[in-house]
Protein backbone atom coordinates (compact mmCIF):
# COMPACT_ATOMS: atom_id res chain seq x y z
CA UNK A 1 0.00 0.00 0.00
CA UNK A 2 1.88 3.35 -1.20
CA UNK A 3 0.89 5.75 2.05
CA UNK A 4 0.13 9.26 0.76
CA UNK A 5 2.27 11.78 2.58
CA UNK A 6 0.64 13.98 5.41
CA UNK A 7 0.29 17.58 5.09
CA UNK A 8 1.14 19.87 8.47
CA UNK A 9 -2.24 21.06 9.49
CA UNK A 10 -2.67 24.69 9.97
CA UNK A 11 -6.03 26.62 10.67
CA UNK A 12 -6.52 30.03 12.80
CA UNK A 13 -8.35 29.15 15.81
CA UNK A 14 -7.21 25.26 16.38
CA UNK A 15 -6.34 24.44 19.26
CA UNK A 16 -5.11 20.39 19.48
CA UNK A 17 -4.40 18.62 23.04
CA UNK A 18 -1.69 16.62 21.76
CA UNK A 19 -1.12 14.59 24.91
CA UNK A 20 -0.05 10.88 24.21
CA UNK A 21 -2.56 9.15 26.63
CA UNK A 22 -3.05 5.92 26.06
CA UNK A 23 -6.31 4.28 25.99
CA UNK A 24 -6.51 0.79 28.05
CA UNK A 25 -6.12 -2.15 26.09
CA UNK A 26 -9.30 -4.88 25.55
CA UNK A 27 -9.32 -7.90 27.01
CA UNK A 28 -7.41 -10.86 25.35
CA UNK A 29 -9.25 -12.20 22.03
CA UNK A 30 -11.58 -9.58 21.57
CA UNK A 31 -10.15 -7.68 18.57
CA UNK A 32 -9.93 -8.34 15.60
CA UNK A 33 -5.71 -10.09 16.09
CA UNK A 34 -3.50 -8.36 13.53
CA UNK A 35 -0.28 -10.02 11.78
CA UNK A 36 1.38 -13.01 13.86
CA UNK A 37 4.48 -11.20 15.76
CA UNK A 38 2.71 -7.94 15.32
CA UNK A 39 1.94 -5.90 18.81
CA UNK A 40 -1.75 -4.47 18.62
CA UNK A 41 -1.52 -0.63 17.79
CA UNK A 42 -1.91 1.89 20.98
CA UNK A 43 -5.10 3.85 20.88
CA UNK A 44 -4.00 8.23 22.15
CA UNK A 45 -6.76 10.01 23.17
CA UNK A 46 -6.80 13.75 21.49
CA UNK A 47 -8.76 16.75 21.47
CA UNK A 48 -9.26 19.11 18.62
CA UNK A 49 -10.95 22.71 20.32
CA UNK A 50 -12.00 25.11 17.57
CA UNK A 51 -14.23 28.67 18.44
CA UNK A 52 -17.19 26.29 17.30
CA UNK A 53 -16.71 23.06 18.74
CA UNK A 54 -14.16 20.50 20.73
CA UNK A 55 -14.11 17.17 19.23
CA UNK A 56 -12.07 14.52 21.28
CA UNK A 57 -10.63 11.53 19.62
CA UNK A 58 -9.11 8.26 19.75
CA UNK A 59 -5.69 8.25 16.89
CA UNK A 60 -3.84 5.26 15.99
CA UNK A 61 -1.09 3.89 13.25
CA UNK A 62 1.45 5.98 11.54
CA UNK A 63 1.03 9.59 11.10
CA UNK A 64 1.98 9.45 7.61
CA UNK A 65 0.03 6.28 6.27
CA UNK A 66 -3.24 7.09 4.53
CA UNK A 67 -6.00 8.27 6.56
CA UNK A 68 -9.14 6.43 8.01
CA UNK A 69 -11.70 7.60 9.44
CA UNK A 70 -14.00 6.23 11.93
CA UNK A 71 -17.40 7.49 12.51
CA UNK A 72 -20.17 6.23 15.56
CA UNK A 73 -23.60 6.35 16.10
CA UNK A 74 -26.14 5.37 18.47
CA UNK A 75 -25.99 5.00 21.47
CA UNK A 76 -21.80 4.69 21.29
CA UNK A 77 -18.37 6.07 21.54
CA UNK A 78 -15.44 5.89 19.50
CA UNK A 79 -14.02 3.17 21.48
CA UNK A 80 -16.86 0.63 19.19
CA UNK A 81 -14.21 0.59 16.73
CA UNK A 82 -11.10 -0.64 18.84
CA UNK A 83 -10.85 -4.00 17.13
CA UNK A 84 -10.95 -2.38 13.53
CA UNK A 85 -8.59 -0.01 14.12
CA UNK A 86 -5.77 -1.82 15.97
CA UNK A 87 -6.04 -4.42 12.57
CA UNK A 88 -5.99 -1.11 10.12
CA UNK A 89 -3.39 0.39 11.96
CA UNK A 90 -1.39 -2.57 11.85
CA UNK A 91 -1.83 -2.44 8.31
CA UNK A 92 -0.20 0.69 7.95
CA UNK A 93 -3.16 2.91 8.17
CA UNK A 94 -3.69 6.30 10.18
CA UNK A 95 -6.50 5.83 12.24
CA UNK A 96 -8.88 8.36 13.53
CA UNK A 97 -12.33 7.85 15.40
CA UNK A 98 -13.73 10.70 17.67
CA UNK A 99 -16.32 10.73 19.72
CA UNK A 100 -19.63 12.49 17.82
CA UNK A 101 -21.20 15.67 19.20
CA UNK A 102 -22.85 14.77 22.17
CA UNK A 103 -20.96 11.81 23.25
CA UNK A 104 -17.89 11.00 25.43
CA UNK A 105 -15.49 14.03 25.79
CA UNK A 106 -16.67 15.99 22.72
CA UNK A 107 -19.18 19.23 23.11
CA UNK A 108 -22.75 18.66 24.06
CA UNK A 109 -24.54 21.64 23.40
CA UNK A 110 -27.85 22.14 24.68
CA UNK A 111 -30.06 23.05 21.82
CA UNK A 112 -31.95 20.46 19.98
CA UNK A 113 -31.14 22.15 16.71
CA UNK A 114 -27.67 22.00 17.17
CA UNK A 115 -27.67 17.97 16.66
CA UNK A 116 -28.74 18.43 13.39
CA UNK A 117 -26.61 16.84 10.85
CA UNK A 118 -25.03 19.84 9.27
CA UNK A 119 -23.23 21.06 12.23
CA UNK A 120 -22.14 17.50 12.37
CA UNK A 121 -20.77 17.18 9.00
CA UNK A 122 -18.84 20.56 9.74
CA UNK A 123 -17.33 18.79 13.00
CA UNK A 124 -16.09 16.35 10.98
CA UNK A 125 -15.06 18.57 8.43
CA UNK A 126 -12.85 20.84 10.78
CA UNK A 127 -11.32 17.63 11.89
CA UNK A 128 -10.54 16.25 8.71
CA UNK A 129 -9.09 19.48 8.01
CA UNK A 130 -6.47 19.62 11.15
CA UNK A 131 -5.46 15.85 10.08
CA UNK A 132 -4.32 17.47 6.87
CA UNK A 133 -7.18 17.01 4.66
CA UNK A 134 -6.02 14.25 2.35
CA UNK A 135 -8.93 11.89 0.96
CA UNK A 136 -10.26 9.80 3.60
CA UNK A 137 -11.40 6.35 3.67
CA UNK A 138 -14.98 7.21 5.88
CA UNK A 139 -16.14 4.10 7.82
CA UNK A 140 -19.63 4.74 9.42
CA UNK A 141 -21.69 2.86 11.78
CA UNK A 142 -25.69 3.59 12.13
CA UNK A 143 -25.65 7.66 12.92
CA UNK A 144 -22.22 7.40 11.64
CA UNK A 145 -22.88 6.01 8.52
CA UNK A 146 -25.57 8.46 7.69
CA UNK A 147 -23.06 11.47 8.58
CA UNK A 148 -20.41 9.56 6.39
CA UNK A 149 -22.76 9.42 3.61
CA UNK A 150 -23.86 13.34 4.14
CA UNK A 151 -19.96 14.36 3.91
CA UNK A 152 -19.20 12.64 1.32
CA UNK A 153 -22.27 13.76 -0.80
CA UNK A 154 -21.81 17.52 0.15
CA UNK A 155 -17.79 17.60 0.48
CA UNK A 156 -16.82 14.79 -2.37
CA UNK A 157 -13.11 15.76 -2.02
CA UNK A 158 -12.54 14.85 1.21
CA UNK A 159 -12.99 10.81 0.09
CA UNK A 160 -11.00 8.32 -1.76
CA UNK A 161 -14.41 5.78 -0.63
CA UNK A 162 -17.12 5.65 2.24
CA UNK A 163 -18.25 2.20 4.61
CA UNK A 164 -20.94 2.02 5.40
CA UNK A 165 -22.10 -0.77 7.68
CA UNK A 166 -25.77 -1.54 9.13
CA UNK A 167 -27.61 1.66 8.12
CA UNK A 168 -27.86 2.54 4.09
CA UNK A 169 -27.74 6.17 2.43
CA UNK A 170 -30.44 7.69 2.03
CA UNK A 171 -29.94 10.62 -0.82
CA UNK A 172 -32.63 12.52 0.68
CA UNK A 173 -31.83 12.49 4.78
CA UNK A 174 -32.37 9.42 7.00
CA UNK A 175 -35.20 10.81 8.55
CA UNK A 176 -39.37 9.69 9.17
CA UNK A 177 -40.46 10.78 5.96
CA UNK A 178 -37.99 9.35 3.85
CA UNK A 179 -37.77 5.70 5.89
CA UNK A 180 -41.34 5.18 6.96
CA UNK A 181 -42.80 4.38 2.96
CA UNK A 182 -40.13 2.12 2.90
CA UNK A 183 -41.51 -0.24 5.34
CA UNK A 184 -42.14 -3.96 4.59
CA UNK A 185 -45.58 -4.11 4.87
CA UNK A 186 -45.73 -7.80 4.79
CA UNK A 187 -44.24 -7.22 8.10
CA UNK A 188 -45.60 -4.71 9.59
CA UNK A 189 -49.10 -4.02 8.65
CA UNK A 190 -50.26 -0.19 8.23
CA UNK A 191 -52.96 -0.81 10.54
CA UNK A 192 -51.02 -2.32 13.55
CA UNK A 193 -47.61 -1.05 12.39
CA UNK A 194 -48.11 2.62 11.08
CA UNK A 195 -44.03 3.72 11.64
CA UNK A 196 -43.06 0.43 10.88
CA UNK A 197 -39.67 -0.56 12.49
CA UNK A 198 -39.38 3.42 12.97
CA UNK A 199 -41.79 3.60 15.91
CA UNK A 200 -39.70 3.91 18.47
CA UNK A 201 -37.78 6.83 16.01
CA UNK A 202 -41.50 8.32 15.99
CA UNK A 203 -41.69 7.99 19.70
CA UNK A 204 -38.61 10.56 20.07
CA UNK A 205 -40.30 13.30 18.45
CA UNK A 206 -43.39 12.51 20.56
CA UNK A 207 -42.37 11.96 24.02
CA UNK A 208 -38.67 13.09 23.61
CA UNK A 209 -38.64 13.68 27.71
CA UNK A 210 -40.12 10.59 28.66
CA UNK A 211 -37.51 8.43 26.40
CA UNK A 212 -34.75 10.06 28.01
CA UNK A 213 -35.75 9.77 31.06
CA UNK A 214 -36.19 6.05 30.96
CA UNK A 215 -32.96 5.60 29.38
CA UNK A 216 -31.20 8.09 32.12
CA UNK A 217 -32.81 5.77 34.98
CA UNK A 218 -30.28 2.97 34.44
CA UNK A 219 -27.68 4.12 32.04
CA UNK A 220 -25.54 0.90 32.40
CA UNK A 221 -28.36 -1.46 32.56
CA UNK A 222 -30.01 0.84 29.18
CA UNK A 223 -26.94 0.38 27.79
CA UNK A 224 -26.40 -3.49 28.30
CA UNK A 225 -29.70 -4.12 27.17
CA UNK A 226 -29.30 -2.16 24.24
CA UNK A 227 -26.24 -4.26 23.06
CA UNK A 228 -27.28 -7.53 22.33
CA UNK A 229 -26.19 -9.92 19.74
CA UNK A 230 -28.45 -10.90 16.97
CA UNK A 231 -30.66 -13.77 16.59
CA UNK A 232 -31.45 -15.58 13.12
CA UNK A 233 -35.21 -16.69 14.46
CA UNK A 234 -35.57 -12.67 14.52
CA UNK A 235 -35.90 -12.32 10.78
CA UNK A 236 -39.19 -11.77 8.97
CA UNK A 237 -40.77 -11.04 12.88
CA UNK A 238 -41.78 -7.58 14.02
CA UNK A 239 -39.11 -5.69 16.02
CA UNK A 240 -39.96 -4.77 19.24
CA UNK A 241 -38.53 -0.95 18.65
CA UNK A 242 -42.08 -1.42 16.52
CA UNK A 243 -44.20 -1.42 19.47
CA UNK A 244 -42.81 1.53 22.16
CA UNK A 245 -45.54 3.83 21.53
CA UNK A 246 -47.92 0.83 22.53
CA UNK A 247 -45.81 0.19 25.33
CA UNK A 248 -45.45 3.61 26.47
CA UNK A 249 -41.80 3.31 26.36
CA UNK A 250 -38.49 1.53 25.02
CA UNK A 251 -38.94 -0.58 28.86
CA UNK A 252 -42.71 -0.41 29.06
CA UNK A 253 -44.42 0.31 32.04
CA UNK A 254 -41.60 0.07 34.48
CA UNK A 255 -39.91 3.08 32.79
CA UNK A 256 -36.52 1.74 33.20
CA UNK A 257 -33.91 -0.86 31.96
CA UNK A 258 -34.24 -4.54 33.67
CA UNK A 259 -31.06 -5.57 35.45
CA UNK A 260 -28.82 -6.77 32.41
CA UNK A 261 -25.19 -7.78 32.57
CA UNK A 262 -23.23 -6.56 29.60
CA UNK A 263 -22.25 -9.26 26.79
CA UNK A 264 -18.52 -9.20 27.25
CA UNK A 265 -18.19 -10.83 23.80
CA UNK A 266 -19.75 -7.19 22.54
CA UNK A 267 -17.67 -4.86 24.59
CA UNK A 268 -14.46 -5.65 26.15
CA UNK A 269 -14.69 -4.87 29.81
CA UNK A 270 -12.70 -2.24 30.08
CA UNK A 271 -14.38 -0.59 27.09
CA UNK A 272 -18.13 -0.65 28.64
CA UNK A 273 -17.04 0.76 31.45
CA UNK A 274 -15.60 3.39 29.95
CA UNK A 275 -19.01 3.90 27.78
CA UNK A 276 -21.00 3.56 30.97
CA UNK A 277 -19.05 6.20 32.59
CA UNK A 278 -19.10 8.60 29.81
CA UNK A 279 -23.01 8.22 29.85
CA UNK A 280 -23.65 8.32 33.25
CA UNK A 281 -21.73 12.04 33.08
CA UNK A 282 -23.72 12.65 30.30
CA UNK A 283 -26.76 11.12 29.81
CA UNK A 284 -28.76 10.59 26.55
CA UNK A 285 -30.24 13.28 25.87
CA UNK A 286 -27.60 14.59 23.36
CA UNK A 287 -27.46 11.19 22.14
CA UNK A 288 -31.28 11.16 21.49
CA UNK A 289 -31.41 14.63 20.18
CA UNK A 290 -30.05 13.36 16.61
CA UNK A 291 -33.23 12.25 16.27
CA UNK A 292 -35.17 15.58 16.33
CA UNK A 293 -33.89 17.18 13.06
CA UNK A 294 -35.51 15.48 10.22
CA UNK A 295 -36.90 18.59 8.61
CA UNK A 296 -33.44 19.99 8.56
CA UNK A 297 -31.78 17.06 7.68
CA UNK A 298 -33.75 17.04 4.47
CA UNK A 299 -33.33 20.47 3.92
CA UNK A 300 -29.53 19.76 4.29
CA UNK A 301 -29.56 17.14 2.51
CA UNK A 302 -31.13 18.90 -1.35
CA UNK A 303 -28.40 20.89 -0.80
CA UNK A 304 -25.80 18.43 -2.38
CA UNK A 305 -24.28 18.37 -5.58
CA UNK A 306 -26.19 16.32 -8.09
CA UNK A 307 -28.85 15.46 -5.78
CA UNK A 308 -26.65 13.45 -3.51
CA UNK A 309 -25.25 10.89 -5.80
CA UNK A 310 -21.95 9.42 -4.66
CA UNK A 311 -19.50 8.45 -7.56
CA UNK A 312 -16.74 7.39 -5.02
CA UNK A 313 -16.29 3.55 -4.27
CA UNK A 314 -19.37 2.63 -1.16
CA UNK A 315 -19.63 -0.54 0.41
CA UNK A 316 -22.63 -1.16 2.47
CA UNK A 317 -22.24 -3.73 4.85
CA UNK A 318 -25.40 -5.20 6.00
CA UNK A 319 -26.52 -7.41 9.45
CA UNK A 320 -28.21 -10.40 8.05
CA UNK A 321 -30.38 -10.25 11.76
CA UNK A 322 -30.91 -6.79 11.89
CA UNK A 323 -34.70 -6.32 12.19
CA UNK A 324 -34.33 -2.31 11.86
CA UNK A 325 -31.84 -1.19 9.03
CA UNK A 326 -31.47 -4.88 6.82
CA UNK A 327 -32.07 -4.06 3.43
CA UNK A 328 -32.37 -8.17 2.47
CA UNK A 329 -35.40 -8.49 0.68
CA UNK A 330 -37.39 -5.35 0.97
CA UNK A 331 -37.16 -1.89 -0.61
CA UNK A 332 -34.71 0.33 2.44
CA UNK A 333 -31.89 -0.43 0.14
CA UNK A 334 -33.58 1.46 -3.25
CA UNK A 335 -32.48 4.75 -2.39
CA UNK A 336 -28.79 3.95 -2.22
CA UNK A 337 -28.86 1.56 -5.27
CA UNK A 338 -29.80 4.66 -7.30
CA UNK A 339 -27.89 7.31 -5.34
CA UNK A 340 -24.29 5.38 -5.84
CA UNK A 341 -22.33 4.88 -8.54
CA UNK A 342 -19.87 2.24 -7.33
CA UNK A 343 -21.57 0.29 -4.99
CA UNK A 344 -20.98 -2.59 -3.05
CA UNK A 345 -23.44 -4.88 -0.55
CA UNK A 346 -21.75 -7.55 1.57
CA UNK A 347 -23.94 -9.26 4.56
CA UNK A 348 -22.47 -10.37 7.86
CA UNK A 349 -24.35 -13.48 9.85
CA UNK A 350 -25.24 -10.48 12.45
CA UNK A 351 -27.57 -7.97 13.89
CA UNK A 352 -26.89 -4.44 14.23
CA UNK A 353 -23.65 -4.32 16.28
CA UNK A 354 -21.69 -5.28 13.50
CA UNK A 355 -18.58 -3.78 14.73
CA UNK A 356 -18.75 -5.28 18.04
CA UNK A 357 -20.51 -8.57 16.71
CA UNK A 358 -18.48 -9.54 13.57
CA UNK A 359 -15.22 -7.62 14.55
CA UNK A 360 -12.47 -9.53 12.42
CA UNK A 361 -15.11 -10.20 9.48
CA UNK A 362 -15.42 -6.66 9.49
CA UNK A 363 -11.95 -5.92 9.13
CA UNK A 364 -11.58 -8.97 6.52
CA UNK A 365 -14.68 -7.64 4.24
CA UNK A 366 -13.06 -4.17 4.34
CA UNK A 367 -9.71 -5.25 3.43
CA UNK A 368 -11.20 -7.00 0.89
CA UNK A 369 -13.26 -4.47 -0.78
CA UNK A 370 -10.27 -1.91 0.04
CA UNK A 371 -7.91 -3.99 -2.35
CA UNK A 372 -10.55 -4.78 -5.05
CA UNK A 373 -11.30 -0.70 -5.75
CA UNK A 374 -7.25 -0.10 -5.53
CA UNK A 375 -7.77 2.10 -2.58
Same mark, same amino acid.
Given at each position: MNAPSRPQASAAGLTCDSRSTPVGTAAAGASASPAPGTPAAQLVSRNLSTPRHTTHYLESGPADGPLMMFLHGWPELSLI?????????????????? !???????? /?????? /?????????? !???????????????????DWGSVIAGALVAHQPGRSRGVVLVSVPYFPDANALPTLVPLVDRAIYSVERYPDGQWDYYRYYTTHFQAAVADLDADKAASLASIYRRGDPAAIGQPSPNASVTRRGGRFGAAHRAPPTEPDPALWPAADFDALARAF??????????????????????????????????????????DQINSISGNRLGDPMRAACADLSVTCLPGAHWLPLECKAELVEIIRSWLHDKAL
Open positions: WRAQMEAFAADGWHCIAP !DMRGYGRS /SAPAAI /SAYANEHVVT !DMAELHDHLGGQPAIWVGHDQNGFRAPCAWYLNDDANIAYARTAPNGGRITQPVLFVNGDY
